[in-house]
């Protein structure tokens, strides 16, 4: 185990994480909020890949530090052409994201949803629980989110227009 090589190597890394920070602020900042976000998939791909080019230039003396800036800008800049097609494109989008499911629903727990989505019960119970609700008739829904969240509808609170777009609301799923 090697605690500490040579002096060179710690003022590398403090030179290459100070100005690959500087680059990495300077890019999402132009690029955008949705660069970081976690809508779904796609961005949190997008989101650990960014975390690893900066890990790899930040620690390997091989990458040269543009090629680091040029990683983070490459994928920046495809993250905003795909987020640009699929705002434009229902093709793109349904290729990139995945519609939210309908998991529990005026009493009844959907199967079908909670096997295609790898989602127990329990799972469900804890998300009722975490929102504050101390029993499913409480609930009007819960919907497994794009991003991998689960949203907990209370039973009684609006028109239920906030599940406009999720499968199986309308039709009873």
């Known amino acids: 185990m090697r605690f500490f090589e040579d ?63 040029t990683g983070f800008t490459v994928l920046a800049l495809l993250q905003l052409i795909v987020t640009w097609l699929s705002v434009r494109s229902a093709a793109i989008r349904r290729l990139v994201r995945s519609e939210p499911a309908l998991l529990y629903y005026r009493g009844e727990f959907r199967h079908s949803a909670l096997r295609t989505e790898r989602v127990t019960e329990n799972e469900v119970y804890q998300a009722v629980r975490t929102s504050g609700r101390g029993g499913l008739e409480q609930v009007e829904a819960v919907v497994l989110e794009s991003d991998g969240t689960m949203s907990v509808i209370a039973s009684g609170t609006g028109s239920g227009s906030a599940l406009k777009g999720v499968s199986g609301v309308e039709s009873g799923g």
Do not use: C, H, Q
Request: aromatic fraction near 8%.
């Open 7 to 69: 002096w060179a190597g710690l003022g590398r890394a403090a030179v290459t994480g100070m100005t690959a920070y500087i680059g990495l602020i300077f890019l999402l900042r132009l690029f955008g909020k949705r660069t970081l976000s976690k809508l779904n998939a796609f961005d949190l791909v997008v989101t650990v890949a960014l975390g690893s080019i900066l890990a790899t230039a930040l620690l390997s003396k091989d990458i040269p530090l543009l090629e680091g800036l």
